[in-house]
């Protein structure tokens, strides 16, 4: 795949490590860039990030049999996403789907895509379906609200604009987080366009027609809207109730799937093993930690490491913020201390997964039995 065009506009800088390489990280300003991107007046070039597409008449209820969340009858152009787990319920996959009424197309990270594909393939048998990699044809663009004109590609006649449900609970979700939450007010889309037409939309930015924010503006909301990604968050160990993913890729009331019996034991008479939270950082030593870094808790008159940063951020008007999956037994009023190198950064929880997640399943509670004796005894 060729060089993002984007990359060539000024003050486009790519940031070596991170999650987004191939787009630009940022233009000079990302604190500027959040606030317009976050305000529905910037586009974010995701054209490194891969599309797959599904066709044949056998493609939803496919889809339907293997993944988490329910899309045997998905509307064409209705938004929704999904996991792939394991046999054990970790997590492999997660996808946005978007149907149009003749193919469905699905959104994945670049660095899964290519075993997602072939895991697919493996699984099609005597189905009438046919997946394809079509990255090198269709290209993301990230936008919040709908206030900027992008033209969607529109193969079958329906634009292809992938809308993210994490603003609300979708039907047959949970949500373990309590209160309010901050994703109320997250509107983000994707627009797929045709590879192609990028070398035109980059000029349309460098002509100030249109404005950009790099990726870490996208990442900084997404960590602000504790919205969970696969790239950044998940790990060899994850399962969907520690980031909160019940909310909207997994359907509790649909059909088998693979990993389906982990997700209903754990959500109805379990407790996921780590919870995500996010991290308010101490400021004053002007770093942010890095994907991986430990967290420690106190313990005693010593410390113990109970988890680690997935994604820290500098946000315009939180300051540094960042996504960590911790322990579940760490108490939620606990002070944590991140390691970045040798330098120490003070952080308190905000919780989004408690402690208590999980065990919903309303299971009566046998009576004590006790020794029996002899009547008259």
Known sequence: ????????????????????????????????????????????????RAVISITGPDRRSWVHSLASQSVADLAPGVSTEALFLGPQGRLEHAVGIVDDGETLWML??????????????????TLRVEVADRTEEYARIGLVGDAIDVEAAA?????????????????GGWQYAEGDHPSVDWTWREVLVDRASLSALADRVRSGELRAAGSLAAEALRVAAWRPRQAAEVDEKTIPHELDWLRTAVHLHKGCYRGQETVAKVHNLGRPPRRLVMLHLDG????????????LAPKGDDEREVGHITTAVMHHELG??????????????????????ETRIAAAQEIIVPPGAGATAEVPRLPRLGVRTRPGR
Do not use: C
């Open 1 to 48: 795949m060729s060089a993002s065009p984007f990359l060539s506009l000024s003050g486009a800088i790519e940031l070596p490590g991170l999650n987004d390489r191939g787009v630009p990280s940022h233009y000079g300003s990302p604190n500027i860039e959040q606030r317009a991107l976050e305000r529905g007046q910037a586009i974010v070039d995701l054209s490194n």
């Open 108 to 125: 994945s990270e670049p660095e899964s895509a290519s075993a997602l594909i072939d895991w697919l393939t493996r699984m099609v048998f």
């Open 155 to 171: 193969p079958s006649g329906i634009p292809l604009s992938w809308n993210d449900p994490w603003g609300s609970v979708l039907p």
């Open 284 to 295: 004053s030593e002007s770093v942010l930690p890095e994907h991986g870094a430990t967290v």
């Open 320 to 341: 540094p913020v960042a996504l960590a999956v911790i322990k579940r037994a760490v108490p939620d009023d606990l002070e944590l201390v991140v390691l970045h190198g």
